[in-house]
């Protein structure tokens, strides 16, 4: 005997919300069409650049996939293991040694990761059309595409942030123990991939709680948030143990010592360092003295109190001159933070002869043009949402506060590259790029639009208020 109810109730209220959303916002109508812009502009450069990128780096997340491949062994004392198991588990199911699955799946994440940027922008302003507007410069990025397509962790750390992102604008619409939860998640894949990022939820939960201390909910979240932050930093302490264990390196990555060598000599302060370290200030100028600024030559000097425990007289060395020098090492950060903002170069640039051309050196010559303009506001811009966020006497808005998180993750970012990065800037910008054009390019469409709104609105007034006036008697 029949219920009378629905065979498919589930599918019935999906297509009643797509009916609804077709006559209301278009949420996946636009949605669709950046979906279409993503992958068309996305295939281009695929087709256009016909193999994926290499490297020095790439030999050594394919040795650690190899190595995870082969042993089980996912601690590394050179690179984290996020990257090197995407390539792993890419290889057991397209084949060993498929670099091409695995730039076509990276790719497939850019993709998504505009998807979930527009998803993010759906829930934060609910105007499809605005969200998709703003998420376009994401959409169609093809310098952002050039360190997607090589075998380099730029591509899947992009995607992870994109998945933050997503995840901190889902927490603040619908906050609770669960969307926290999906924070942490993101967060740690994160920085199991890029290190750079494993300080991020000291300041990020800060911010989060305070937020919920103001919605009246620190109560019930600050538990949830104390077992997080155990979670992800007793899983980086476990990983530096079993690195002790393994590798003999003490350590996350022995790189950080490279990359601080790599900045003082960036900066000429090599000669500042404290007497017990003479004999390395001696073989460091001998390198910068000669016009050579990189560290990994004076790595490779036959120096073998330098090799003990990977590079660490190297890390004491320069960290001994920053503390000492901290004003000056700021000071020399300056040019180097506009050059982190404004250097548009490509890893794979577009061939001027290859298949779609002609629309890609269009789109690109728009984005470097876009982005070479905007970006230097990002410092402006985001200590203004941020300000804006954390002010007490503001009322609850979800777009103040996801903009505000958004120029906490790009601020985060970016001071990383500057203090911490002496090469590359374009690259190792590349992740966190979309986050910077959200909060300048999402500014000034949102500014407009005010503008535009405020203009309408008097226009309007000043028409009705004639329309109303009495008119002039004719004259007798």
Not at 179 to 197: I, M, S
Not at 234 to 259: A, E, F, M, W
Not at 447 to 461: D, E, I, M
Request: with cysteine; glycine share 8%; hydrophobic share 50%.
């Amino acid at each position: 005997m029949g219920t009378g109810l629905p065979r498919h109730p589930r599918r019935q209220k999906v297509m009643a919300w797509m009916a609804r959303d077709w006559r209301g916002p278009r949420y996946l109508a636009w949605g669709a069409a950046v979906l279409a812009l993503t992958s068309l502009v996305t295939i281009g450069y695929y087709a256009n650049a016909a193999h994926p990128g290499i490297d020095p780096d790439t030999a050594a997340y394919l040795g650690q996939a190899s190595a995870i491949l082969d042993s089980g062994h996912f601690v590394d004392p050179t690179r984290l293991p996020g990257y090197p198991t995407f390539i792993a588990l890419l290889f057991l199911a397209t084949g060993r040694g498929n670099l091409d699955a695995v730039s076509i799946a990276q790719g497939i994440l850019y993709v998504l990761a505009a998807l979930e940027f527009y998803a993010a922008l759906c829930l934060m302003l609910r105007r499809a059309w605005v969200s998709a507007l703003i998420v376009a410069p994401i959409a169609a990025n093809t310098h952002l595409l050039s360190y997607v397509r090589p075998i380099l962790s730029e591509g899947l750390a992009l995607f992870l942030l994109a998945s933050l992102a997503l995840a901190l604008v889902v927490f603040l619409r619908w906050p609770g123990a669960r969307t926290f939860w999906g924070v942490t998640v993101a967060l740690l894949a994160l920085f199991l991939t890029r290190p750079e990022w494993m300080y991020l939820p000291l300041p990020l939960f800060l911010c989060l709680l305070m937020l919920a201390w103001r919605r009246g909910q620190l109560r019930r979240l600050l538990p949830t948030a104390i077992l997080a932050l155990g979670l992800l930093y007793g899983t980086l302490g476990g990983y530096v143990i079993l690195n002790r264990v393994q590798n003999s390196c003490t350590c996350v990555t022995y790189i950080s010592n490279v990359n601080l060598l790599g900045k003082v000599m960036q900066y000429r302060m090599e000669r500042e360092a404290p007497p017990q370290y003479a004999t390395m200030t001696h073989l460091v100028s001998v390198h910068v003295e000669r016009g050579d600024a990189d560290p990994w030559n004076v790595i490779r000097e036959d120096y073998p109190p330098l090799h003990r425990d990977y590079f660490a007289l190297a890390g004491e060395y320069s960290a001994a001159i920053i503390r000492e020098h901290p004003v000056e090492f700021v000071a020399k950060s300056g040019p180097v933070a506009a050059a982190a903002l404004t250097t548009v170069n490509p890893f794979i640039p577009i061939a001027p002869h290859g298949p779609f051309a002609t629309p890609l050196l269009a789109i690109n010559a728009a984005i470097t043009t876009l982005m070479r303009k905007l970006l230097p506001f990002f410092p402006l811009l985001g200590a203004g949402w941020l300000l804006w966020m954390l002010w007490w006497r503001r009322k609850p808005s979800v777009l103040a506060e996801a903009m505000g998180l958004f120029a906490l993750l790009g601020g985060y970012g970016l001071l990383l590259t500057i203090f911490g990065g002496y090469v590359y800037y374009a690259r190792l910008r590349a992740p966190y790029t979309p986050l910077l054009l959200i909060v300048v390019w999402g500014s000034a469409v949102l500014a407009a639009l005010w503008l535009g709104g405020r203009a309408l609105a008097w226009w309007r007034a000043r028409h009705a208020d004639a329309s109303v006036r009495p008119g002039k008697q004719p004259a007798l």
